[in-house]
């Protein structure tokens, strides 16, 4: 199994910035993608951000946040974060960690964190 401490979400207005975290522990070894993913009420969870947990070269973002938002990981200290800059209302959303043993295909999720950004 794979824990998760997410942290960082908050209230902040439209232009501020936040920063995610995620730290991962547990049965990481077989883990090789984390991303973030989204989910605002009433619709279904997106993929925000995904990144490659070996190298950290191969990230992938969704359309709506590219250029605004970054992920990035921290081996050593076992976290991923996402960098949220120019943050828009129709960015609220829970988002939530997740770990998989492919890029792209989470096999694990935390709990989620909460971010409004109002207008």
């Known amino acids: 199994q794979v824990q998760f401490v997410e942290s960082g979400g908050d209230y902040v207005q439209a232009g501020g910035s936040l920063t995610l975290s995620c730290l991962v522990s547990?049965?990481?070894?077989?883990?090789?993608?984390m991303g973030w993913y989204r989910q605002a009420p009433g619709k279904q969870r997106e993929l925000v951000a995904s990144?490659?947990?070996?190298?950290?070269?191969?990230?992938n973002y969704a359309d709506s946040v590219r250029g605004r938002f970054t992920i990035s990981r921290d081996n050593a200290k076992n976290t991923v974060y996402l960098q949220m800059n120019s943050l828009k209302p129709e960015d609220t959303a829970v988002y939530y960690c997740a770990a998989g043993w492919t890029i792209g295909s989470p096999n694990y999720w935390g709990q989620g964190t909460q971010v409004t950004v109002s207008s």
């Open positions: 547990g049965n990481t070894i077989s883990i090789n993608g």
């Open positions: 990144i490659s947990i070996r190298t950290g070269d191969i990230t």
